[in-house]
Nanobody, 116 residues
Framework: QVQLVESGGGLVQPGGSLRLSCAAS????????MSWYRQAPGKERELVAR????????TYADSVEGRFAISRVNAKNTVYLQMNSLKPEDTAVYHC?????????WGKGTLVTVSS
């Protein structure tokens, strides 16, 4: 079955950096686009970044453009989210996502807290 396991979250000061990882299994990883979403307390889940199956095309939310970078290593079935210049408003649970045959699969998420 499809499994997505995120890691790398934690507490970081404003201006700091974190790298999130998502280990995928149960599907042909190199065939599918992968995405990172986030959900802050009291807010709806929002798309943060997406990467094409071969890593050639990336898209970002306006709020993270220029600060975050999504990447993937297909040989490791892993997608990453490098987050720099973090702000308090980046505080959220970050989820990995893949859509297969119209069905969205989600990891349980990793919490990122940006606070001094």
């Amino acid at each position: 079955q499809v499994q997505l396991v995120e890691s790398g979250g934690g507490l970081v000061q404003p201006g700091g950096s974190l790298r999130l990882s998502c280990a995928a299994s149960g599907f042909a990883f190199s065939t599918y686009f992968m995405s990172w979403y986030r959900q802050a307390p009291g807010k709806e889940r929002e798309l943060v970044a997406r990467i094409s199956n071969l890593g050639i095309t990336t898209t970002y939310a306006d709020s993270v453009e220029g600060r975050f970078a999504i990447s993937r290593v297909n040989a490791k079935n892993t997608v990453y989210l490098q987050m720099n210049s973090l702000k308090p408003e980046d505080t959220a649970v970050y989820h990995c996502n893949v859509r297969i045959a119209g069905i969205d699969y989600w990891g349980k998420g990793t919490l990122v807290t940006v606070s001094s």
